[in-house]
Nanobody
Framework: QVQLVESGGGLVQAGGSLRLSCAAS????????MGWFRQGPGKEREFVGR????????VYADSVKGRFTISRDNAKNTVFLQMNSLNAEDTAVYYC????????????????WGQGTQVTVSS
């Protein structure tokens, strides 16, 4: 099992930026896929993006492509979600996830979840 702890959420004005961090512990992440999901008020959980730990290959949802960037720091076992040009539709609880395989865009494809961090964008 991998333990995941997110940080960096908060309140930001529309057009602003935030960077979320996800610190992983419990095992090496070699071969893992790390990702981010979000859940807005009254909405279903939504895929944001993912990154393959070994290669750095990333995939993004269309709704965030060009605005959000996922990266990782191998030495610190940490994944980042840089969010730019934020708007009210980005308001949600953001979850860091981990899969010991290729992952995907569905929540059921990830066995490990963080507790979530709230991001609120004011218009």
């Amino acid at each position: 099992q991998v333990q995941l702890v997110e940080s960096g959420g908060g309140l930001v004005q529309a057009g602003g930026s935030l960077r979320l961090s996800c610190a992983a512990s419990g095992r090496t992440l070699s071969g893992y896929t790390m990702g981010w999901f979000r859940q807005g008020p009254g909405k279903e959980r939504e895929f944001v993006g993912r990154i393959r730990w070994n290669t750095g290959y990333t995939v993004y949802a269309d709704s965030v492509k060009g605005r959000f960037t996922i990266s990782r720091d191998n030495a610190k076992n940490t994944v980042f979600l840089q969010m730019n040009s934020l708007n009210a539709e980005d308001t949600a609880v953001y979850y860091c996830v981990a899969s010991n395989s290729v992952g995907g865009s569905q929540p059921r494809q990830y066995d490990n979840w963080g507790q979530g961090t709230q991001v609120t964008v004011s218009s």
